[in-house]
């Protein structure tokens, strides 16, 4: 028997529990690279300015509408979802990297970051898959797809 407000979706509470640890550290290192890339974004200069600009515009928004994403998930899952910087900063494997100095630096941390967020998702895939929990799979899945398009794209650029 669930209590009230809690979901009934047939997925066990210690998998809800290994479930929302994954995708806790998967929300706070998709929302540290998603302020990484909006700030060199505003900040990218140089022969390829007009290029990564909009390549980095492109990446951040698809970044902010995948942490709304994941942090729902969480929460139809029936638990809170991590939502401040504190929390972030404690669970991200991406580290924030600061001020680059270059083009070129900005796309090997952002490269870096995409391919750091596919490794924290990779392992989550089983965890979902072990609970029969097809919605996170899937989700999961398409994120591991979109960062490994991103980082190579960004490898791509040349810069």
């Known amino acids: 028997m669930t209590a009230k407000n809690e979901p009934n979706l047939g997925i066990g509470a210690q998998d809800v529990t290994a479930l929302v640890a994954g995708l806790s550290k998967l929300l706070a290192d998709t929302y540290t690279l998603y302020t990484q890339t909006q700030g060199y974004h505003w ?16 990446q951040y928004i698809e970044l902010r509408d995948a942490v709304d994403e994941i942090a729902e998930r969480i929460r139809a899952l029936g638990k809170p979802s991590p939502g401040s910087l504190a929390e972030f900063r404690e669970l991200a494997s991406v580290q924030d990297k600061g001020p680059a100095q270059d083009a070129a630096e900005m796309v ?29 799979a899937d989700l999961i899945t398409g994120r591991i797809v979109i960062h490994e398009k991103t980082a190579w794209m960004l490898r791509a650029t040349g810069a």
Request: proline share 4%; aromatic share 4%.
């Open 108 to 136: 090997a941390n952002l490269a870096a970051g995409h391919e750091a967020i596919a490794r924290t998702a990779r392992p989550l895939v089983k965890v979902a898959e072990d609970a029969v929990d097809v919605a996170t």
């Open 43 to 58: 900040n990218v200069t140089g022969p390829t300015f007009g290029q990564l600009h909009t390549m980095f515009e492109t």
